[in-house]
């Protein structure tokens, strides 16, 4: 119940809505791109997961070899810092008060999905 909760208060004060878009643009953009469409994937991934963060984590896929290691580290230049950083910055902006601190605390949880994506999965926590 509390992880409803929690959720319904991110999507509506926690930004979940406006980085689910931000992600959701950047899929559309890769998905247009054709050659990016992997990355397109890992966006969409990131949006769900940006909409949804609480009681559920981010875990490698079995399969993933070695080409999701060189896409990430494509993907770190690109845009993987940049999105790290946001997130980071707006964990410490919300951790300022004691009501943010969980929110705060799901964009920290956020920094490695927006960070190195590619071959992994999005997964419901025990």
Known sequence: MIRLVLNVLWLIFGGGIVLAVGYGVAALICFALIVTIPFGVASLRLAVYSLWPFGRTLVPKPGAGIASGFANILWVVLAGW??????IVAGITLCVTIIGIPFGIA???LVPAAFWPLGREVVDAP
């Open 82 to 87: 940049w999105l790290a950083l946001s997130h």
């Open 107 to 109: 964009n920290f949880k």
